[in-house]
């Protein structure tokens, strides 16, 4: 067992504050109370709430009244959206969102008619094809700010001005931006999670601009002692915020240089500039994402992944999927506040033994299970049927040398990873992905050898 543990999971949740734990343990002293009843220490209650509310709306760049507290970010998002949505409903049920929102906004939107706008391949969605979605019956447009698996930050200040022009309001999902800056724009609503920045778990915030038209979705239920403890540490992380930020952008950059030069067949996914400091995302290819993360796990790092086998649904990330990048065996390492440099150093020395010993558990001496002499079909399948990725593009790699050049490798899957990895296989070893066809049982993609 490693001597240490390194926790490089923050876009998940980020480590408990100092600032957050003592005014949390202060406010149970002092915040126990009803904050709306007359007696002293009611009103008490009262004072450490007003204050933490505009502390919290400092931050955002609103007025204290523009802001309330949240069960969770989860339950920001929803109440922004149901909110927004019923206060223009005689406008229409459409909204505009990015492909790669968090999956809380997408489900809040799932009712309505929902126009995705799509993503680059850094993750970045595009301003103005974002503002040439909204229509006459658009209700509400989401953006986040920045991107929780790949980091990449969005154009909110441009978005938000076209939905200005347009009449729509723009929500913005700030949950992993929010501890580092405000966000600029003329966005109407903001959502945000405190467990994201060092706050303690169950306190989100929303933000309504006046002028919004926003129908309440009902009270809420206030943890006066989380919500002090929210705010004490929004302010004290962004207080530390740019030169923290600095720092942290530079160990990502490291990792970013040194992974591709350490471990062979490596993609980095995300916007090299315009991305938050502290995370970075790489797929492996060859490597299932479950094992990989158990052997960091053992090697003595905390990391997630959006790879499938990594999730209970067995789809890929949907942020992956629409950036269109490797998704299997993939790593987000998100540093939090204070990361050591020698717990980087420490990463990037066991990465490349690490991958190398979960490719070698998976390379199985597969062989091509039927052969074709038609001209314009495959010159050979691959049946991978029943078996779940990397294993289908273990089995590509291994036989695209076994046909000629411009011949065609077809490769059976029904794994639904296989849909976006076989793409970015070809696309990061130089072959011609020629597309998808139907088959009996799940999907046959054509790959042609180009050298």
């Known amino acids: ?200 778990p169950g306190v989100g915030l929303l933000a309504v601009r006046k002028g919004t038209r926003f129908v309440p979705q009902g009270p809420v239920d206030e943890n006066l002692p989380a919500i002090v403890a929210a705010a004490a540490s929004l302010r004290a992380v962004r207080a530390e915020a740019q030169a923290e930020a600095a720092r942290l952008s530079r160990l990502v950059d490291r990792v970013r240089t040194r992974v591709p030069q350490l471990v062979p067949d490596v993609e980095v996914v995300g916007h090299p500039a315009l991305r938050l400091p502290h995370i970075v995302t790489f797929s492996c290819l060859y490597v299932d994402g479950e094992a990989l993360l158990h052997e960091l796990d053992r090697a003595g790092f905390a990391v997630s992944s959006g790879s499938s086998c990594t999730s209970s649904t067995l789809v890929p990330s949907h942020v992956l999927r629409a950036m269109g990048v490797l998704s299997e065996g993939n790593v987000r390492v998100s540093l939090p506040r204070g990361a050591a440099e020698e717990d980087v150093e420490r990463f990037l020395e066991v990465l490349a033994g690490v991958v190398a010993g979960v490719r070698g558990h998976l390379a199985a001496d597969v062989r091509p299970t039927t052969t074709s002499s038609a001209t314009e079909g495959p010159a050979l399948v691959v049946d991978s049927l029943g078996k779940r990725c990397p294993i289908p593009v273990i089995e590509l790699a291994k036989v695209i040398g076994d046909v000629p050049v411009g011949a065609i490798v077809s490769v059976l899957s029904d794994d639904e990873a296989a849909r976006l990895d076989i793409p970015a296989w070809c696309d990061m070893r130089g072959q011609e992905y020629v597309g998808e066809r139907a088959a009996p049982r799940g999907a046959a993609y054509w790959v042609r050898r180009t050298g």
Do not use: I
């Not at 505009?54 to 955002?60: G, K, M, R, S």
């Open 1 to 200: 067992m490693p001597s240490s543990f390194s926790y490089f999971d923050a876009a998940t949740a980020a480590p408990l504050h100092p600032v957050a734990r003592q005014a949390l343990l202060a406010a149970l002293d002092d915040g126990w109370a009803d904050p709306g009843r007359l007696y002293r220490d009611g009103r008490r209650a009262r004072l450490l709430l007003d204050a933490a509310r505009e502390a919290a709306a400092e931050a955002v760049g609103c007025r204290p009244d523009e802001l309330v507290f949240t069960p969770s970010g989860t339950a920001a998002v929803r109440s922004g959206v149901a909110g927004a949505m019923a206060g223009r409903r005689r406008t229409g049920r459409h909204a505009v969102v990015s492909a790669v929102e968090h999956s809380s906004v997408l489900h809040a939107v799932a009712d309505f008619d929902v126009t995705e706008v799509r993503v680059d391949r850094e993750g970045l969605a595009d301003a103005e094809a974002f503002g040439a979605a909204l229509r006459g019956d658009t209700a509400l447009a989401c953006l986040q700010s920045a991107n929780h698996e790949v980091g990449t930050l969005q154009p909110v200040a441009r978005a938000a001005e076209l939905c200005r022009e347009a009449g729509v309001p723009l929500l913005v999902d700030a949950a992993q931006s929010l501890g580092w800056s405000a966000v600029d724009g003329p966005w109407s609503l903001l959502a945000a999670s405190a467990h994201k920045w060092g706050g303690p």
